[in-house]
Antibody, heavy 124, light 109 residues
Framework: QVQLMQSGAEVKKPGASVKVSCKTS????????IHWVRQAPGQGLEWMGR????????KYAQKFQGRVTMTRDRSTTTAYIELSGLRSEDTAVYYC?????????????????WGQGTTVTVSS | SYVLTQPPSMSVAPGQTARITCGGN??????VHWYQQRPGQAPVLVVY???DRPSGIPERFSGSNSGNTATLTISRVEAGDEADYYC????????????FGIGTKVTVV
């Protein structure tokens, strides 16, 4: 079955970097984008960006430009997000989710499978 | 950036119908997706592209989208439907490109 399995919880100090992985299985990795969405405690969902699992091309939310890097490894069907310059406001659960790559249409199909989430805590 | 407006909360009795709205400028021209998030769990896609259901989602969940309002309808509400519900769109001319509403907490009373 389709699965997105994320790495475990992280505790980091302000100013440090964190890298979270999203290991995929059960589908054709290169047919999808991997998106990253975070959720601060008690708050809503916030989109951070996406990586094209086929080409490696990325699109980031302006808010995170310069601090975030999203990559993928086709050989291990794993996607990664790295966030640098951590501050307390980055404390959140980070989710990966897949969206099919569809060309020739302005429609899209939503994030149909999500990882279980990775808790990142930033504290001195 | 593109803004989606949802009511923060609503209450519904078991067996009744819940209608959750998502407002946005000319949202009828966009694909709207809806996610259910139970406490401590990852979101689950319940409606995509305005009105389609992923496999495994009950027919009780339906969606519509026209003008400036999209709506998620939950018929014959059950206790297990108690959750936060988020609408989401993709707006290529906006930043961020993928936008979520603030979420609506549905309480079954």
């Amino acid at each position: 079955q389709v699965q997105l399995m994320q790495s475990g919880a992280e505790v980091k100090k302000p100013g440090a970097s964190v890298k979270v992985s999203c290991k995929t299985s059960g589908y054709t990795f290169t047919g999808y984008y991997i998106h990253w969405v975070r959720q601060a405690p008690g708050q809503g969902l916030e989109w951070m960006g996406r990586v094209n699992a086929n080409s490696g091309g990325t699109k980031y939310a302006q808010k995170f430009q310069g601090r975030v890097t999203m990559t993928r490894d086709r050989s291990t069907t794993t996607a990664y997000i790295e966030l640098s310059g951590l501050r307390s406001e980055d404390t959140a659960v980070y989710y990966c989710a897949r969206v099919p790559i569809v060309v020739g249409t302005p429609r899209d199909y939503g994030m149909d499978v999500w990882g279980q989430g990775t808790t990142v805590t930033v504290s001195s | 950036s593109y803004v989606l407006t949802q009511p923060p909360s609503m209450s519904v009795a078991p067996g009744q119908t819940a209608r959750i709205t998502c407002g946005g400028n000319n949202i009828g021209s966009k694909s709207v997706h809806w996610y259910q998030q139970r406490p401590g769990q990852a979101p689950v896609l319940v409606v995509y592209d305005d009105s389609d259901r992923p496999s495994g989602i009950p027919e009780r969940f339906s969606g519509s989208n026209s003008g400036n309002t999209a709506t998620l309808t939950i018929s014959r509400v059950e206790a297990g439907d108690e959750a936060d519900y988020y609408c989401q769109v993709w707006d290529t001319s906006s930043d961020p490109s993928y936008v979520f509403g603030i979420g609506t907490k549905v309480t079954v009373v």
